[in-house]
């Protein structure tokens, strides 16, 4: 159960990393602009590997790893802005049964669950690629970064 938790605990700091990696991320609707905020997640998560995975090799495996993380992360965000767009357009209409807010709901929990398992398992063949120190380091990175771009904290959480 713990080991469940700790995956848990780098997957959430991952979406962090990557959701948070610009203080200017809000607002962000330009394509441009929305591609620089990617890169700069993907960037810092590259280097926070690289400094952490000892075999080139191996930290070239895990950020292309990240690359396909990223880039989940990226469609699954289009796909939830459509969903959005679809209930908004929705409810524009007066008589608009509740069945069809209902499916939108559906599909887009469905996505969401989809998009959740290949991130799991693309987390899973980045951690078989390394060590449990390596690991270890690069969560405990991870999870002090991601601690800089949360709004209103005390700071990183120490310990799992």
């Not at 965000?77 to 008589?95: F, I, M």
Request: proline residues 2%.
């Amino acid at each position: 159960m713990n080991r469940v938790l700790n995956g848990m605990l780098v997957l959430l700091a991952l979406v962090l990393l990557v959701g948070c990696s610009s203080s200017r991320h809000h607002g962000m609707m330009g394509s441009a602009k929305g591609e620089a905020y990617w890169q700069k997640g993907q960037q810092d998560m590259e280097g926070l590997i690289n400094r952490t995975v000892k075999d080139p090799d191996k930290a070239k495996q895990v950020n292309a790893i990240v690359g396909e993380i990223v880039n989940e992360l990226k469609t699954s965000r289009e796909q939830e802005r459509s969903y959005h767009r679809d209930l908004y357009t929705l409810n524009a209409s007066y008589t608009a049964p509740p069945e069809e807010f209902s499916k939108i709901l559906d599909e887009a929990s469905a996505q969401r669950m989809k998009t959740s398992a290949k991130v799991l398992d693309l987390r899973f063949k980045m951690k078989d690629l390394m060590t449990v120190e390596e690991w270890k380091a690069l969560s405990d990175r991870m999870l002090s970064y991601s601690s800089r771009y949360r709004h209103g904290s005390e700071g990183a959480k120490t310990g799992y």
